[in-house]
């Protein structure tokens, strides 16, 4: 993904109606899905170094026109799309050397 006009920023709502703010990184396919790839926004005074402060993977709910996400529940799907972002954005990162 191209920095050159900055970082991407959503959005979210969850079930119970709260807004989080998330940067967004890149997106993958993994098995038929699409998935994407976030870190949450830090607030003022708070810790990078918190658990809350993680990359996030949300897959896209096949078609849903409204562009829903949901959270990934399964462990060995979590993970692997997980290393299939580390790739992408390891590679990323050696191009840019």
């Given amino acids: 993904m191209s920095e050159e006009f900055g970082a991407d920023f959503i959005t979210l ?3 119970e109606g709260n807004e ?13 899905n699409t998935y ?3 870190f949450p926004t830090l607030e003022e005074g708070a810790d990078e170094d918190s658990e809350d ?10 078609g849903d026109p409204d562009g ?5 529940d399964d462990d060995d799907e979590l993970n ?9 954005l390891f ?7």
């Fill in 20 to 32: 989080f703010e998330l940067e967004y990184l890149d997106t993958v396919e993994y098995a038929g």
């Fill in 91 to 97: 590679d990323e990162e050696d191009e840019d050397d």
């Fill in 36 to 38: 994407m790839a976030f």
């Fill in 68 to 72: 829903m996400l949901e959270s990934v």
């Fill in 13 to 15: 709502t969850d079930e």
């Fill in 53 to 62: 402060y993680g990359l996030i993977i949300l897959r896209c709910v096949p």
């Fill in 80 to 88: 692997a799309v997980y290393d299939l972002f580390m790739e992408s």
